[in-house]
């Protein structure tokens, strides 16, 4: 961890950014199923923060250092004491060595800050990177590699007129804290409005969404076709053709885009309608061509009657008198209290997302992949003064883009989310919270504990 100057733009002075390895994102760590892994992550940035800290804010006390970092690894299946947990958080001068066994499936994970209270901070500030898995299914599918499988990691920011990052305050000083950040730049791997040459033949994108609270709508500008072979735990079943794909924080999609036929011609990826990044396109090079396979990976469906227990779990937003946002919390309780979620080792559970607020938030369970069941409106209203559930529409299954393994899923306002778990993997602590980092920050994350079963 460590503080950098980079230029966002060619035509932009440099930067200050907090970065892991001097570059942000930070270097790929590339890794194989069953290869364990061990990476020692030290604290080297300076003594004071560069934005503006919260005091009011749980875990971020004024009597808390400003400057700590712990590094998660998102979608990792990890010991307790590598995952990162909030409140491990350490000072420059120190470092942690965390081990992850790399025990899963193929797929895009990515490691960013998780300290208590200032998360939304870090990561803004540059702290994020990734962390791809392979293994030999995926080999095995001949897909575009080396110079056509390319990672977009896509964010936005606020930049001033120098080139420095701006990250707003409420205009309350006691309460610095706002409940969203959306920039006015948008970022493609460390570059703000990037362009890539590409050839007329079909790519392997890996996108993930970074951004603290913006969901990206992606598309292409031509309306071409793309097609989603895998989401944020790995490959789906079969691709799916689309024409756009959603991302909200912390998720990820793998797609095929084919340029072939564009010679000469530039296409655009599009946030509905903003344009993200460039591609021109030229003429490709002889060589192994890839092709679109027509199955992927099977991903069987996990039976609702297996689980031994369906947990109901609110998302509440708390107001003010004048109508503004104070917090958020899951199931009405705050970080501090008791664990209540405490599933047994290898057990099944339906967790049930209740989503009372305007927003849609985007669930994230460490350690374990899910699935997603199905969603339904229901009364916000109703289950606020009652504490019962009246649905008001017909039962949604999971988009077939999204119907693979997950570890982050869209719960969407006004509705029920449900999901299917195994805790698969250790007994022990770790969290669950929403991943618009300014919730996620401001009580929207709740510890939860396996269990010996
Ligand atoms: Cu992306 Cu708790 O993490
Ligand atoms: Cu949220």
Redesign the pocket.
């Known amino acids: 961890m460590r503080e950098i100057e980079v230029r966002l733009h060619r035509d932009l002075p440099p930067a200050r950014l907090w970065s892991y390895g001097g570059s942000s994102p930070g270097p790929t760590f590339e890794t194989r199923t069953g290869q364990g892994l061990m990476i020692d992550w030290p604290n080297e940035l300076p003594a004071h923060h560069f934005l503006t800290i919260d005091h009011s804010l749980h875990g971020a006390e004024a009597d808390k250092p400003e400057v700590r970092g712990v590094v ?1 690894v ?2 990792a299946k990890a010991p307790p004491e590598s995952d ?1 947990y ?1 409140e491990d958080w350490y000072v420059p001068g120190k470092s942690r060595t965390y081990f992850y066994p790399n025990q899963q499936d193929a797929a895009l994970l ?1 490691y ?1 800050d ?1 300290a208590m209270g200032i ?1 939304r901070l870090n990561i803004y500030a540059g702290m994020f990177g990734l962390f791809l898995i392979r293994d030999g299914v995926e080999d095995s599918l001949n897909l575009p590699k080396g110079a056509y499988e390319i990672p977009l990691v896509i964010y936005d920011r606020l930049l001033r007129q120098d080139g420095e990052l701006d990250y707003p305050v409420s205009g309350d000083p006691a309460h610095p804290w706002v409940p969203e950040v959306f920039g006015n730049v948008m970022m493609v791997n460390g570059k703000a409005f990037p362009y890539l040459n590409v050839e007329s033949r079909l790519y392997r994108f890996r996108a993930l969404n970074a951004a603290n609270g913006r969901f990206f709508h992606l598309s292409l500008s031509n309306g071409r076709k793309f097609y989603q072979i895998g989401c944020d735990q790995g490959l789906l079943p079969a691709p799916v053709a689309i024409e756009s794909t959603m991302l909200a ?2 998720e990820r999609a793998d797609f095929l885009v084919d340029f072939s036929g564009l010679e000469g011609q530039q296409v655009v990826l599009m946030n509905d309608s903003f344009m993200l990044m460039q591609f021109r396109v030229s003429a490709a090079k002889p060589g192994a061509a890839s092709a679109l396979p027509s199955r992927l990976r099977p991903v069987p469906k996990m039976a609702e009657q297996a689980a031994v227990k369906t947990r109901p779990l609110g998302l509440i937003e708390n107001m003010n008198m004048r109508g503004e946002s104070m917090q958020m919390l899951l199931n009405r309780t705050p970080w501090h209290m008791p664990v209540t979620e405490n599933p047994a080792l290898d057990s099944v559970e339906i967790w049930t997302f209740i989503n009372t607020t305007e927003d849609s938030h985007p669930i ?1 369970l ?1 350690m374990v992949r899910f699935q997603i069941l199905d969603r339904r409106n229901f009364e916000p209203y109703y289950y606020l003064a009652r504490g019962e559930i009246r649905y008001t529409g017909p039962v949604v299954p999971p988009d077939p883009e999204e119907a693979g393994w997950k570890d ?1 899923v869209r719960a969407h306002s006004k509705m029920v989310t449900r999901i299917i778990v195994k805790f698969e993997g250790w007994v022990g602590r770790y ?3 929403c ?1 618009v980092l300014e919730h ?1 920050d401001n009580e929207m ?1 709740r510890p939860y504990d396996v269990v010996a079963g």
Do not use: C, I, S
Request: net charge negative; proline share 10%.
């Open positions: 998660h998102h979608g990162g909030p990515w960013h998780h998360n924080p912390g994230h460490h982050t969290v669950w919270h991943h996620e994350m």
